[in-house]
């Protein structure tokens, strides 16, 4: 009987040992617990595991770094619905494995009925509803990334998402949390209620969401493009929705969506070459304008743990003063603001009104004009085997964007005419709006997303960037100084507890939270008493930005072993083969 059994016993070993399935599970892959991942051939860091997965699944077929945030980014849209989908738009940067780096921008932008003064001074028709929809960017975005680096058949990369949308997925405890501070726009819209409620109450975690209109969209454009949407019968359903919620949205504001390919914003520093994204995105530039100085003190490894907080922060009430001079680039004269975010020069001359012991007022920094305070997004950051690289930031800007769900085709859509600044009456405590940022017809509003790569000797050494709105541009930073300055391993650069400030309010929000998963982040006391000492105002802030971080650890094979790290902040977790 036993000589029977034993090769029954040895053929299933076997079959569990190769089975890819078993090979992420035994690896941690697969546990939401595991926020690290170290692998060879491709890895992909994203906001929620079984995006990361999916991504790592296409890799795995030899497909492109830009074939596999694809499939993740579409993953998002399903089962991170409060952050991100095709009723958005995204920020996206390629670094090949031959050395280009291309920016590409799939931000929203205003509909031609849009004009500076439509909402009159009522700030609420900006924030939430049919008038705060811009025409979404991102399908676009993703098909012409596609087209020009994709190797994996669309159906192929499309279509996960849509069974997921289809067969259910899990509320995870982030999204729950999202549900509950949103649960008044979700009860207030037939849509999303009919998706995220059950019996009047909202779902709790682990309860499985269903979105099969979405499931039929996304199966619609797995088969035929994206034509569906943006010139046919998807755009037809979406356009009709949103005119019948009182939107001006209309079918030409589609048809004539552009995706841009843009010049990555580029500077040396801390022995690194740093790759971001330019405007209309503000996080490449306020990256490099923080970095830039921080750079100037020579050395920061050996210096205390607060004075680097107070330094950073200094840093960046700079950075959000000088960033609001920044808009679309197709409408607005931004070279010399942009010239100077990524100078030395000025950066030099920003430093010496920075002191040791003690902070200002938010007028010694120069802002000349109101904060816009961006919210919501998701990102992701590729990998793979040739070492090819993509950094994405996606959004729909608050949670559930405009709290309106597009009935007939399970899109839930931006609220990011919100990003735009609005004229309004100034008075001597507040500074004015920015008018680089006012709406025209066809621009697009201002980001802090920073979509980020990083180069070390011409080599690949570090993919990252983040989710969390304003708060996107000091997690970003502060992630890259604690590796590359601290000397911090990757999952302790992420872990380690953050402080934010955007010079408008002047006050430092310092991390005190548990996240949805259970990790308790906290700045120390230590950090805290000394800021306070300087003249810092501080906020207990329950939550924070959530980034992706994956560093290659360099070898002359230009190959060398990868390190992925997912944000605990939202639970995601990192795959990788």
């Known amino acids: 009987m036993a000589s029977l059994f034993l090769p029954w016993l040895v053929s299933l070993c076997l079959f569990l040992l190769f089975s890819p399935s078993f090979v992420r599970l035994i690896s941690g892959a697969d546990s939401p617990r595991r926020q690290r991942i170290m692998a060879h051939n491709g890895v992909v860091a994203a906001d929620h595991g079984q995006c990361s997965t999916i991504g790592v699944e296409i890799l795995r077929i030899s497909g492109h770094a830009v074939d596999a945030a694809l499939a993740a980014a579409l993953c998002l849209g399903v089962v991170s619905p409060g952050s991100s989908g095709i009723g958005g738009g995204a920020f996206m940067l390629v670094r090949t494995a031959d050395g280009t780096t291309r920016a590409f921008d799939m931000r929203e932008s205003a509909p031609k009925l849009a004009s500076q003064n439509m909402y009159a001074g009522n700030a609420a028709l900006k924030d939430t509803g049919a008038l705060s929809v811009a025409v979404p960017g991102e399908l676009a975005g993703l098909h012409k990334v596609w087209k020009i680096y994709g190797k994996i058949p669309w159906n192929r990369l499309v279509t996960p998402a849509a069974q997921m949308a289809q067969n259910g997925f899990k509320i995870s405890p982030f999204l729950y949390m999202q549900m509950t501070k949103t649960e008044t726009g979700i009860m207030a819209d037939k849509g999303l209620r009919k998706i995220f409620t059950k019996n009047g109450s909202l779902l709790k975690p682990g309860d499985t969401c269903y979105n099969k209109k979405l499931a039929k969209t996304l199966s619609e454009i797995a088969r035929n493009g994206i034509k569906a949407f943006y010139n046919g019968s998807i755009g037809l359903k979406l356009v009709e929705d949103v005119k019948k919620a009182g939107g001006i949205l209309t079918m030409e504001d589609l048809k004539n969506y552009q995706v841009k390919i843009r010049e990555p914003v580029s500077i040396e520093v801390f022995g690194v070459n740093i790759l971001g994204m330019p405007p209309p995105s503000s996080g490449g530039a306020a990256m490099s304008l923080i970095l830039n100085i921080l750079d100037r003190y020579g050395g920061l490894s050996n210096i205390s743990d607060s004075l680097m907080t107070h330094r950073v ?21 931004v070279k010399d603001v942009l010239k100077d975010m990524v100078s030395k020069d000025f950066a030099a001359d920003l430093k010496k009104t920075i002191l040791d012991n003690m902070t200002f007022n938010s007028s010694h920094y120069g802002g000349r004009w109101n904060q816009i305070h961006d919210r919501g997004t998701s990102h992701l950051s590729v990998v793979d085997r040739k070492r090819n690289a993509v950094s994405l930031t996606t959004t729909i800007n608050a949670y559930f964007g405009s709290k309106l769900m597009s ?57 990252t960037g983040a989710s969390g709105g304003a708060m996107i541009i000091a997690a970003t930073t502060e992630v890259f100084l604690n590796h590359f300055v601290r000397g911090m391993d990757p999952l302790s650069s992420v872990m380690d507890p953050r402080c934010y400030h955007e010079l408008i309010p002047n006050v430092v929000q310092f991390e005190n939270w548990t996240t949805p998963i259970g990790d308790h982040i906290e700045v120390s006391e230590q950090i805290r008493a000394a800021l306070e000492k300087k003249g810092h105002v501080l906020q207990s802030l329950a939550g924070g930005s959530i980034c992706q971080f994956i560093v290659q650890e360099l070898s002359k094979s230009n190959l060398g072993q990868l390190i992925a790290v997912s944000d605990p902040r939202k639970g995601g977790y990192p795959a990788g083969f």
């Open 313 to 333: 922060i200094e840093a960046l009430k700079h950075a959000f003063a000088v960033r609001t001079n920044l808009g679309d680039p197709d409408f607005v004269n």
């Open 407 to 463: 009935t007939s085709t399970g899109i839930i859509l931006n609220n990011e005419m919100d990003d735009f600044s609005m004229p309004s009456n100034s008075s001597n405590i507040v500074p004015p709006p920015a008018p680089a940022n006012f709406i025209v017809p066809g621009k697009r509003p201002l980001s802090s997303m920073a979509p980020t790569i990083i180069l070390k000797d011409g080599q690949l050494k570090a993919v």
